[in-house]
């Protein structure tokens, strides 16, 4: 091999070795730095659009705030903090007038903390079942929210007994059930009574309402007092 053609060969080795140590020290860290820039563009895009998604959940609930802040006023006047039971009696002398009968009495008693009620036992379970006897799967579980107690949730009784006609007591408690506080009628009795001066006159009937008005506490303070 001549002379010339060994520098040849060296200048080429050489040319090849500058342009690897140049891919190597120059372009590759370039690539490296590109593809973990692409890598990062596609977590901040992931983020981006996980952000907009929690944007838009965010400004649906602002726009339906309102009538949440609505529904939460009716709910909470229907079953209020406190019994407040100067309110519920403005409420039925109200309802009372625009029904045409006249309230005789009104009655409460101290309020019942809350039980959770217990499991409702099979039709086809007997009615005194053994000690020993299995639970069935056929009993029925109630549903009930574990934020509910007896140290929060509370029942007043109340009876309310008012004088007047058959449709007039039916138009009394129908308004009386839909009006602003919970009211829930669990007896219903009536009672005529004659006028002893006046034998040609229209026995008169009064009807008498028993249930419960509720109390629901922001804490778990004791019941609320009828």
């Given at each position: ?105 009104i ?15 099979s ?76 034998q ?26 009828g």
């Open positions: 091999m001549t002379r010339n053609r060994l520098n040849m060969l060296l200048a080429a080795a050489a040319m090849v070795v500058v342009a690897l140590a140049g891919f190597f020290l120059g372009v590759q860290p370039h690539l490296a730095q590109a593809a973990s820039d692409r890598t990062d563009q596609v977590s901040v895009d992931a983020t981006n659009r996980t952000t907009a998604a929690e944007l838009a959940r965010l400004k649906a609930q602002a726009e339906s705030l309102p009538a949440l802040k609505a529904e939460l006023a009716k709910l909470t006047a229907s079953v209020p903090a406190s019994a407040s039971m100067s309110s519920f009696y403005g409420a039925v002398d109200g309802v009372a007038a625009r029904a045409g009968v006249k309230v005789s009495a009655t409460t008693s101290d309020a019942v903390a809350y039980a959770a009620p217990a499991a409702a036992a039709d086809t379970a007997a009615a005194e079942p053994s000690a020993t006897a299995e639970p069935s799967d056929s009993a029925t579980s109630p549903v009930t929210d574990p934020a509910i107690s007896g140290k929060n949730f509370s029942a007043i009784p109340v009876s309310v007994s008012v004088d007047g006609s058959f449709d007039q007591a039916l138009a009394f408690v129908g308004g009386l059930q839909d009006g602003a506080r919970l009211f829930l009628v669990t007896t219903v009795s009536s009672s005529a009574s004659q006028d002893s001066t006046d040609a006159a229209t026995a008169a009937t009064t009807w008498t309402f028993g249930g419960y008005v509720y109390v629901l506490t922001a804490d778990s303070n004791t019941p609320a007092k």
